[in-house]
């Protein structure tokens, strides 16, 4: 996950990242043997070119695990709402892949050099870059990876539990959703403090007409901290606060309240969620589904249906 993040956080600093909503899904854990530097580098290009040619809408990275018998395969995919490629195009960046060795020589300009350069490193870990792409509509590369890997159980200090997540967006609310299941818990999400008070309330008492909801923290974005009620429904929640996004401080460390910068390191949120859940008396941690010799270099991947069906599953190296 830190590789991931990684290079989602420098394209993160980009000045037209502002303008686009970036995005990743990683839901379980799991510590693999490769060159994390080789793949950090082939994610912040493939990022940093998606983002160059998306003028608005967003750039996501997700990643398919499959836990085989004898080693982890994870397909990494990244996806824009770019301008596309056409087919015409496609059929001569698939030419020029076919020839790395040549084209990198060729391109001076740089005009798909960071590509070029993501398929030679590929291909020094037998894999390939492949994509899919719909002028007008956005593109797909994606590669696969095979290594040797542990996968991780969920936490069981966040396993099972649920959260009211309130004002987000829906691009924010399915990075969020995302992240919550990673950690095996629920999420219940509504845009207003209104509907989120109605829901607090109930949990006291519930109606044939109004089920009772019970939940165990509050994620809330920092967008609605003018709202006049917010402080209101803090003090009598009952409950542990997230505040997601630019917070002052006098909000945070009072009345239970936390607080987490961004949604683009789910490491954040999982060890904010950590903490208040452990000081609720939960502190032992899921075991592996297999030994792990080493669980301090644990990373997440996330298995996310995507469109795209690669035909070889190639080794690499190690990674970090």
Known sequence: RTCIESALATVAAMPKSTKL???YALPHDVTLRGDGNRVRQIL?????NAVKFTEEGSVTLACQLMNTEDAVQVQFVVEDTGVGISPKDCKHLMQAFSQVGSSISQHQNGT????LICQHLLKAMDSELELSSVPGEGSKFFFTLRSQGTVHLPPLETKGKKALAIGFCPDETALLRGHCESLAMEVVSVRSVE???LLLTSRHKGTLHQPKYTFDVVLCATSLLDDIHLHEVISNAGLPWVLVGDASDAMVGTNNVYHVASLLRQTYLKDTLLTLFQRSGTDVRAPLDK????????????IKPSNAHPDNYPQFAEMT
């Not at 798909?112 to 590509?115: A, D, F, Q, T």
């Not at 030994?291 to 996330?302: C, G, N, Q, V, W």
């Open 112 to 115: 798909g050099l960071g590509l």
């Open 291 to 302: 030994a792990d010799p080493s669980p301090d270099e644990s990373r997440s991947f996330h």
């Open 21 to 23: 909503h970036l995005g």
């Open 195 to 197: 509907v989120a008070q």
């Open 44 to 48: 912040l290009n493939l990022l940093s």
